[in-house]
């Protein structure tokens, strides 16, 4: 088995996949009244898939390792005038996690960001007990913008992105 993942675009056959294995991140939540388990609904995953279908301004992707979904990663809310937009990670369980599958999706992510869509910059957020997903985003070159009371804010630029490739 390899450690390298690539990502894949959404289809529903392998979201419905990827979520018959999803356990829900106690970590994603500051607030743990709206922590609720995950069980898997194919109707909600259907319903899911086509809203994801529907907005135009956001690409999905399933994060794949051995032919297998592990995770979701997206780029949404993409503003073509700003040429910015905002990553979205998520893997499906504690089984993938801690093994680098995270930081080589963000890697590939933002290289179709800035490779393929042309943006200048891309955004992102993690809860702050979230300390896994900071040290992510940051490893890939992430800078924290600002935090508030439930989340610290990133932003990579593409010049940024661009010197890390010379280090």
Same mark, same amino acid.
């Given at each position: 088995m390899s450690n390298k993942i690539s990502l894949q675009a959404m289809n =529903? #056959? /392998?979201l419905h996949e990827y979520y018959r294995g999803f356990v829900m991140d106690a970590d994603i939540f500051m607030d743990m009244s709206q922590f609720r388990e995950f069980h898997y609904d194919p109707e909600r995953v &259907? #319903?899911?898939f086509e809203k994801l279908q529907s907005q135009k301004d956001r690409v999905d992707f399933l994060i794949?390792? &051995?032919e297998k979904p592990i995770g979701e990663i997206a780029l949404k809310h993409i503003d073509e005038t700003a040429r910015e937009c905002e990553l979205s990670i998520h893997l499906q369980n504690d #089984? %993938?996690?801690n093994q680098g599958y995270g930081t080589q999706a963000e890697r590939l992510? /933002?290289?179709y960001a800035f490779q393929t869509l042309g943006m200048t910059a891309v955004i992102a957020d993690s809860v702050l007990k979230?300390? =896994?997903s900071q040290h992510t985003l940051e490893k890939v070159g992430?800078? %924290?913008i600002g =935090? &508030? &009371?439930t989340f610290v804010y990133y932003r990579i630029s593409h010049s940024d992105w661009l010197k890390l490739g010379d280090e």
């Open positions: =529903r #056959a /392998l &259907d #319903a899911y794949m390792k &051995d #089984a %993938v996690k992510i /933002l290289e979230n300390k =896994r992430f800078q %924290v =935090r &508030d &009371d």
